[in-house]
Nanobody, 121 residues
Framework: QVQLVESGGGLVQAGGSLRLSCAAS????????MAWLRQSPGKEREFVSG?????????YYADSVKGRFTISRDDAKNTVYLQMNSLKPEDTAVYYC?????????????WGQGTQVTVSS
């Protein structure tokens, strides 16, 4: 089992920044690729960003956040981060981190409880 706990969400004005954190416990963190996904009311959950195992550290982003968001991981702290800059009202959503044993960012074995991000115009 892997337990994931997100933090760092909140209310921010458009153009502002937030940094989300996802702390993992349980099985070795570095065995998993990690991802951030988000869900807005009335919409399906969507992929935001992913990062491969620490060996490669390859990163992936949805087109809607490229150039504004940065994902990173600190395996020593068992934590993955999402730095969000130049936030827009359409970024408002509940953000979830998820652990992916395969690294294809299609199915996720473990999920956090989510953290709310609200961007005001």
């Amino acid at each position: 089992q892997v337990q994931l706990v997100e933090s760092g969400g909140g209310l921010v004005q458009a153009g502002g920044s937030l940094r989300l954190s996802c702390a993992a416990s349980g099985r070795p963190f570095n065995n998993y690729a990690m991802a951030w996904l988000r869900q807005s009311p009335g919409k399906e959950r969507e992929f935001v960003s992913g990062i491969s195992w620490s060996g490669s550290g390859r990163t992936y982003y949805a087109d809607s956040v490229k150039g504004r968001f940065t994902i990173s991981r600190d395996d020593a702290k068992n934590t993955v981060y999402l730095q969000m800059n130049s936030l827009k009202p359409e970024d408002t959503a509940v953000y979830y981190c998820a652990a992916d044993r395969v690294g294809e960012f299609r199915k996720y074995e473990y999920w956090g409880q989510g953290t709310q991000v609200t961007v005001s115009s």
